[in-house]
């Protein structure tokens, strides 16, 4: 079974600053998909940013990057010139490629951004 | 329309009721999916439909009861709950999950069963 592990509950971070949340998984598929989530408090689940493990090419959308290393099976986000409406959960996920069409979530970080 | 739209927002109910959470999508996608998310958890997988099939059932006790009409709409019919089931309920939906796309929630349905 797949297991995704966010090892940080909380992180703070200054607003214009940079702020890198880190996310492990375990698999033993050669093939599948990474996303990263974010849920604030109006409860929604909005897609961050997504990487298919083939692709070494690190996915990037504006402020937001990921780190993707799959032989240390790690897949970090940064973000880069935080805004206060960055403060939310964000969740970590993984699916794998066989169109079981699952996806299996970290228990996610808390990230508060600080005027 | 990027939306999935869920009815109600809130939910309180009695052990003996019946009721039943609604989701909506008009982006043409062929998934749809319900989650459970406990406070301060992350969301887990109850069902999944494809193609208005049944796909995946995580184990869902009976009380829970999935219902896929049409491609845009998904229910989830509640009977004889137990108070460890309030919970928010997350619909999503995407395109197709074999290409790994990008699943889209809805804001949920806030559960308090009494």
């Known amino acids: 079974a797949q297991t995704v592990t966010q090892s940080q509950p909380e992180m703070s971070v200054q607003e214009a600053e940079t702020v890198t949340l880190s996310c492990t998984y375990d698999t033993s598929e050669s093939n599948y998909y990474l996303f990263w989530y974010k849920q604030p408090p109006s409860r929604q689940m909005i897609l961050v940013i997504r990487?298919?493990?083939?692709?070494?090419q690190n996915a990037t959308e504006n402020r937001f990057s990921v780190n993707f290393q799959k032989a240390a099976k790690s897949f970090s986000l940064k973000i880069s010139d935080s805004q206060l409406g960055d403060t939310a959960m964000y969740f970590c996920?993984?699916?794998?490629?066989?169109?079981?069409?699952?996806?299996?979530f970290g228990k996610g970080t808390k990230l508060t951004v600080n005027p | 329309d990027t939306e999935v739209t869920q009815t109600p927002k809130h939910l309180v109910m009695g052990m003996t009721n019946k009721k039943s959470l609604k989701c909506e999508q008009h982006m043409g996608h062929r998934a749809m999916y319900w989650y459970k998310q406990k406070a301060k958890k992350p969301p887990e997988l109850m069902f999944v439909y494809s193609y208005e099939k049944l796909s995946i059932n995580e184990s869902v006790p009976s009380r829970f009861s999935p219902e896929c009409p049409n491609s845009s709409l998904l229910n989830l019919h509640l009977h004889a709950l137990q108070p460890e089931d309030s919970a928010l309920y997350l619909c999503?939906?995407?395109?197709?999950?074999?290409?790994?796309?990008?699943?889209?929630f809805g804001q949920g349905t806030r559960l308090t069963v009494v």
């Open positions: 990487q298919e493990a083939y692709k070494q």
């Open positions: 996920a993984f699916m794998k490629h066989d169109g079981s069409e699952k996806l299996v």
């Open positions: 999503a939906s995407s395109l197709s999950g074999r290409r790994g796309t990008e699943a889209f």
